[in-house]
């Protein structure tokens, strides 16, 4: 399949490591130019290197002006960006219970408002353009809050709220956005959930993640590179119909179609 990304460009954030680097993967083998983003600059310019056209740009989103310059750093490598995909870490695990007014702004100011800002830098020109694509990184959280991530449930949702909003807004337009759920998916990020877990209940890493697997059908945490192929095709030319959704990568752990 034509995906219809040659030549196009995608400003992935936070996309040194995990789930937003197996999507600059898939996207740029599809032939598009990519803007590896993260707050290490190193790390960005190495993985940057290792595709065929793509450029690292250190940047921390939640920086003020930090959108701007992100913007700027795109458009002079490869002018307007035609895919923004959005992503960024999540807030440490913790009870609902125990979050704080505090607590709960600062995963809007993680999570949601350096997007929303992101986005409305880019939405002009794609309007313009007739063509754009805006993919959220989530969480299956969104959909199925998961137990001891108060914080990133309630960020995450907030962003999804948004964006279904915003959907409704620009799809005559030909920007699509949507957001993409992982499940258990094997990052660092995965495996500090997995030594956390272990850590409340007094087990060992390999006990919470075999608990974990066990709550998923397909009996296996899946593979970045699987994430990252559904990525790719929401952010693709053959995904024009596709918008305002939430596309679970899972294997089945959420309870419900």
């Known amino acids: ?6 030549g196009r460009t995608a400003l992935v954030l936070a996309s040194t490591g995990g789930l937003g680097a197996a999507t600059a993967r898939a996207i740029a083998a599809e032939g598009a130019n990519v803007v590896v983003t993260g707050r290490d600059a190193a790390r960005a310019e190495a993985l940057a290197a290792q595709l065929p056209a793509a450029v690292g740009v250190a940047c921390d989103l939640t920086e003020p002006g930090a959108p701007e310059r992100l913007l700027a750093a795109t458009r ?17 695990p ?6 704080t007014s505090d607590a709960a702004r600062a995963a809007i100011d993680v999570l949601l408002a350096p997007h929303v800002a992101l986005v409305s830098l880019v939405l002009p020109a794609m309007r313009a353009a007739g063509w754009g694509r805006i993919l959220a990184i989530g969480s299956s959280g969104v959909q199925q809050p998961i137990p001891m991530l108060g914080a990133s449930n309630l960020g995450r ?16 337009d030909g920007v ?5 759920l992982p499940g258990r998916i094997a990052t660092d990020r995965v495996a500090a959930l997995d030594e956390a877990a272990a850590k409340r209940a007094g087990t060992s890493v390999e006990e919470a993640r ?20 559904i990525a790719a095709f929401l952010c693709s030319g053959a995904a024009s119909y596709v918008t305002g959704s939430q596309i679970r990568v899972d294997g089945g752990m959420v309870a419900h179609l």
């Open 157 to 172: 949702a907030a962003l999804g709220s948004y964006l279904k909003t915003l959907a409704g807004e620009v799809a005559a």
């Open 210 to 229: 075999d608990a974990s697997i066990a709550k998923i059908p397909s009996g296996r945490y899946g593979d970045p590179s699987e994430f990252g192929a």
């Open 176 to 180: 699509t956005i949507n957001m993409v």
């Open 94 to 99: 913790g009870a609902a219970t125990d979050l």
């Open 76 to 92: 002079e490598a490869y002018g307007d960006p035609d895919v923004v995909v959005l992503n960024g870490p999540g807030p440490k």
């Open 1 to 6: 399949m034509d995906l219809a990304l040659n």
